[in-house]
């Protein structure tokens, strides 16, 4: 059964930083590549970043890029998610999702249940 349980959401200022991890259980991590999306209230949810299986390259949103870094632990089977310079626009619950291959801006095979940030101003 696959498994994915994000942690390290909670309450910041803005300005302030947050590092997000999604563990990863029942598939072999480092065939899938990971990504991190969000949802504001009243709003959809929308990529991050995320980082590919092979060549672990990463890739952004424009409003995150330079703020925020994803890195992985294949060991741990953990994906991380630093989020730094934190903005009062950057509160959302914050989802990870794992996809076989290539990475996608849409479309992943398994998510989590949501990690709440909400960062105040």
């Known amino acids: 059964q696959v498994q994915l349980v994000e942690s390290g959401g909670g309450l910041v200022q803005a300005g302030g930083s947050l590092r997000l991890s999604c563990a990863v259980s029942?598939?072999?991590?480092?065939?899938?590549?990971m990504g991190w999306f969000r949802q504001a209230p009243g709003k959809e949810r929308e990529f991050v970043g995320a980082?590919?299986?092979?060549?672990?390259?990463?890739y952004y949103s424009d409003s995150v890029k330079g703020r925020f870094t994803i890195s992985r632990d294949n060991a741990k089977n953990t994906v991380y998610l630093q989020m730094n310079s934190l903005k009062s626009e950057d509160t959302a619950v914050y989802y990870c999702?794992?996809?076989?291959?290539?990475?996608?801006?849409?479309?992943?095979?398994?998510w989590g249940q949501g990690t709440q940030v909400t960062v105040s101003s």
């Open positions: 999702g794992a996809r076989r291959g290539t990475f996608s801006y849409f479309e992943y095979d398994f």
């Open positions: 029942g598939l072999t991590s480092s065939d899938y590549s």
């Open positions: 980082i590919n299986y092979r060549t672990g390259a990463a």
